[in-house]
């Protein structure tokens, strides 16, 4: 089975620009979530999405939206960049694995903010 | 403030020997916890859970301990192999999951 597939692999932006992000999650996963990977750090919260509803937000601004589609395919946008921005951004989608849920990571893509 | 702490940024070990790798909670309504091992360029990869009934959860060469009374968890690798060479990020799950900053395991042949 596939697992969690993300494009473009990478990407370079200037400051000001807008950029789309998008994910696939396994076949069979409704739920997709969003991350954000700086360096040093662990994958930040971004968004979750759940059957098309938002179901959480993390705590970054509104430059950042995202969408689930029909076919529970995601899109992470990012308006007005920043140089902060650059990072690795994750999606991750979600099964329930015994008595937790466990979250499936994708490649991810990384993004710079030149 | 970091819910989840995984407080030795790396970690070497030789080859054969056990890897211990360890991460702190605060938020005692954790009750899943997983470990990741992620590559550079990759996303992190699924390794173990435990859930906080039990103390103790095996796969293969890495089973996860955990002590809710003093809310925390350890990952131990054995044999470790220069395969393990990565980094390891423990997760608690709160849908959704809050990560530690991760630790860099190096095993030398």
């Known amino acids: 089975d596939a697992g969690v597939t993300q494009s473009p692999t990478h990407l370079i932006k200037t400051r000001g620009q807008q950029v789309t992000l998008r994910c696939s999650p396994i076949?069979?996963?409704?739920?997709v979530s969003w991350y954000q990977q700086v360096l040093g750090q662990g994958p930040q919260f971004i968004f979750q999405?759940?059957?098309?509803?938002?179901?959480g937000r993390g705590n970054f601004p509104d430059r950042f939206s995202a969408r689930q589609f029909p076919n529970y395919s995601s899109e992470l946008n990012v308006n007005a960049l920043l140089l902060g921005d650059s990072a690795l951004y994750l999606c991750?989608?979600?099964?329930?694995?015994?008595?937790?849920?466990?979250?499936?990571f994708g490649p991810g893509t990384r993004l710079t903010v030149l | 403030d970091q819910q989840v702490k995984q407080n030795s940024p790396s970690l070497s070990v030789q080859e054969g020997r056990i890897s211990i790798l360890n991460c702190d909670y605060t938020?005692?309504?954790?009750?899943?916890f997983l470990w990741y091992k992620k590559y550079p360029a990759e996303g992190p990869t699924f390794l173990i859970s435990?859930?906080?009934?039990?103390d103790k959860n095996e796969d293969g060469r890495f089973t996860v301990f955990l002590n809710k009374s003093a809310k925390h968890l350890s990952l131990h690798i054995v044999p470790s192999q220069p395969g393990d060479s990565a980094v390891y990020f423990c997760?608690?799950?709160?849908?959704?999951?809050?990560f530690g900053k991760g630790t860099r395991l190096s095993v030398i042949a």
């Open positions: 991750a989608s979600t099964a329930r694995v015994g008595s937790g849920y466990t979250q499936y």
């Open positions: 076949s069979g996963h409704k739920s």
């Open positions: 999405y759940y059957e098309k509803e938002e179901r």
């Open positions: 938020n005692s309504m954790f009750d899943y």
């Open positions: 435990i859930s906080s009934i039990k």
């Open positions: 997760a608690a799950s709160d849908m959704p999951l809050v």
